[in-house]
């Protein structure tokens, strides 16, 4: 797995257009984040169809094509730096192949990458990222989730990662549960998401075939022990794991006991042979960290440390 185009940081006075690929976007929230990004110095908009309701599918934000349309619109204005997501919840699987990805391809190479944020649902955006356009992304806070809102250590991380990459070259376990599952050093790529997000991709157009290679970075919420098993279980036996370099596991909200996640994932994941490091702190939980995917790195599951070879951002 090789790293993928790192887009620039962001410097002040820079252009965040603001999108809605997944789940209605409370309008509190979503003006709570935006105050927060323009006390950053940035320029925020907002997507056309972010406040939009599904006609039928009240889980949705808008209808498919036109959340398509505002991500495609928002990557291939050249006066946007960086598109960030609202929230997640559920959707992007139903427009991720309505995206027209040789326009976005088009201005990626016209008017150079630019910073794509998002987490959760968001994984499927970040695996077509990766496929589509060979583009390094952001596993990080959105601006019109709570955590965002309320948690002064997410919303540094992610300003630092933004403003100045250089400083958040090294990311520590946030979480002080974080142990070693499986001790050790590994080399390779960043990537990951949600993993149950990453079960739903296989097979589809715009998902990798493998991680192999790649420093697995992947956390969940709402997933049950025995829907975990399955969950890793498929990928196992999809061989998707296969060749897997080293896996970070971050929070895992509402999934069951954390003695029972553990003994599961020293069953389904300790086997690899390689190291495991666990409660590292991003995701769906107070004070998530930012992690780049995409960018080269080591995991040392002992320490509970991911050091990039370089900045997330140039």
Request: glycine share 12%.
């Amino acid at each position: 797995m090789r790293p993928l185009i790192r887009p620039a940081r962001l410097t002040p006075g820079a252009r965040v257009a603001v999108v809605a690929p997944s789940g209605p976007v409370p309008d509190d929230r979503l003006e709570a984040g935006l105050d927060i990004l323009r006390g950053w110095d940035l320029d925020p908009v907002v997507a056309p169809h972010v406040r939009d309701r599904h006609p039928e599918f009240g889980y949705l934000a808008g209808a498919d094509a036109d959340r398509a349309r505002d991500l495609e619109q928002a990557w291939c204005d050249p006066s946007v730096a960086a598109v960030f997501c609202a929230r997640g919840g559920y959707g992007v699987q139903r427009m991720v192949d309505l995206v027209d990805w040789r326009a976005m391809r088009r201005a990626t190479e016209a008017f150079g990458p630019k910073v794509f944020l998002g987490y959760s649902d968001i994984t499927a955006l970040h695996e077509a990222f990766a496929t589509r356009l060979g583009i390094a992304t952001l596993h990080g806070p959105m601006t019109a989730t709570v955590d965002f809102l309320k948690n002064a250590r997410a919303q540094e991380h992610l300003r630092t990662t933004l403003f100045a990459p250089e400083e958040a070259r090294v990311i520590r376990a946030g979480s002080p549960h974080a142990r070693a599952l499986v001790g050790g050093r590994a080399r390779g790529v960043t990537l990951g998401g949600c993993v149950s997000l990453l079960a739903a991709d296989l097979g589809t157009p715009t998902a990798r075939t493998s991680a192999r290679g790649g420093l697995l970075c992947v956390e969940d919420i709402g997933e049950e022990p025995y829907r975990m098993d399955r969950i890793l279980t498929q990928l196992r036996r999809s061989g998707w794991l296969d060749g897997v370099a080293g896996i970070v596991l971050g929070s895992w909200e509402e999934c069951g006991d954390r003695d029972e996640l553990r003994a599961l994932f020293a069953d389904r994941l300790g086997g690899l042979g390689v190291p495991v490091a666990e409660e590292f702190g991003f995701g769906h939980c107070d004070g998530a960290l930012t992690v780049p995917f995409g960018v080269a790195g080591e995991l040392d599951a002992d320490a509970g440390t991911l050091t990039l070879d370089g900045p997330a951002l140039v």
